[in-house]
């Protein structure tokens, strides 16, 4: 049974959370609407945001990526900055971002090389 994953990210301005995720993940693979973008960050995995300012704020997602320290730093370089850094007592690590609403995007990795 093939199952895809669509995890949504309200948010309450368009224009500015598009650009903040077009620096977090690249450019999306597609518009379904005038208020959704939508990502890919895997074969059949998506993440998306959607204009619905009374739910903005509150998703928390996290990713797992091979290269954390790549990821850190690339997204350092596009300015965007970790609000916590967590490492859990088995060595994985884990940053946590948030948009300009306060959604959580943290990303995961193992113990540092």
Known sequence: MAVDLFAGLPVSDYELSLTWYERLLGAPAFFPNEVEAVWEIGEHRYLYIDVRPEH?????????????????????????SPAERETYENGVRKVTYRDPDGNEIGLGGGPAE
């Open 56 to 80: 903005a704020g509150h998703a928390m997602h996290t990713l797992f990526v091979d290269d954390l320290d790549a990821w850190v730093d690339r997204l350092a370089d596009q300015g965007i």
